[in-house]
């Protein structure tokens, strides 16, 4: 069974930095993408990073890009995402999400940890 | 960025027949996904690529549509549907989700 457990959310203050991370099991972690995908309080969902197999690309929208930065390490099958300079707009809960074999949707996610940034 | 809008609610009855509509606001192609998401839970897959069934979701649910018109179709309805249904587009860069279509049973 696939299952995405993420851990490390919490509140930071603005400007502050943040690190947490998704722990894959139940298929093989270095197959597949994965993502970060976050969903605000009473929002909508936003895709915030993507990874490649090896780790060697990344993928991030401009709300984030030079801010966040996803990584992975295959050999303990986590996902990691870090968050620089933090803003309250960057409240939500972060989800890990599994990628689709055929395209860039996402077949499994975590429930999902909060970030709530406030001072 | 490309813009996904969606009816806020829809309320059916069980047994009916229910299309969610998502309109994209440039083409897509066939790069658009859905998603039904219950309270407190994350969301789950339920169709790729406009019209593929993900594996383990009833053949109740199809998808259709290209370029920048898409519908997920329910049929029949039943009374554990209730739930947030999310479309989100795979085809331009950044990756953008609707704000959801809530279903509710009558």
């Known amino acids: 069974e696939v299952q995405l457990v993420e851990s490390g959310g919490g509140l930071v203050q603005p400007g502050r930095s943040l690190k947490f991370s998704c722990a894959a099991s139940?298929?093989?972690?270095?197959?597949?993408?994965m993502a970060w995908v976050r969903q605000a309080p009473k929002k909508g969902l936003e895709w915030v990073a993507t990874?490649?197999?090896?780790?060697?690309?990344?993928y991030y929208p401009d709300s984030v890009k030079g801010r966040f930065t996803i990584s992975r390490d295959n050999a303990k099958s986590s996902l990691y995402l870090q968050m620089n300079s933090l803003k309250s707009e960057d409240t939500a809960t972060y989800s890990c999400?599994?990628?689709?074999?055929?395209?860039?949707?996402?077949?499994?996610w975590g429930p999902g940890t909060m970030v709530t940034v406030s001072s | 960025d490309t813009v996904l809008t969606q009816s806020p609610a829809l309320a059916v009855s069980p047994g009916e027949r229910v299309t969610i509509s998502c309109r994209a606001s440039?083409?897509?192609?066939?790069?658009m996904h859905w998603y039904q998401q219950k309270p407190g839970q994350q969301p789950k897959l339920l169709i790729y690529?406009?019209?593929s069934l993900q594996s383990g979701v009833p053949a109740r649910f199809s998808g259709s549509g290209s370029g920048t018109d898409f519908t997920l179709t329910i049929d029949p309805v039943e009374a554990d549907d209730t739930a947030t249904y999310f479309c989100?587009?795979?085809?331009?860069?950044?990756?953008?989700f609707g704000a959801g279509t809530k279903l509710e049973l009558k």
């Open positions: 990874i490649s197999t090896s780790g060697s690309r990344s």
């Open positions: 690529g406009a019209s």
């Open positions: 139940g298929f093989t972690f270095s197959n597949y993408y």
């Open positions: 999400a599994r990628h689709g074999i055929y395209g860039w949707y996402f077949d499994f």
């Open positions: 989100q587009q795979s085809w331009n860069d950044p990756y953008t």
């Open positions: 440039e083409s897509v192609s066939t790069g």
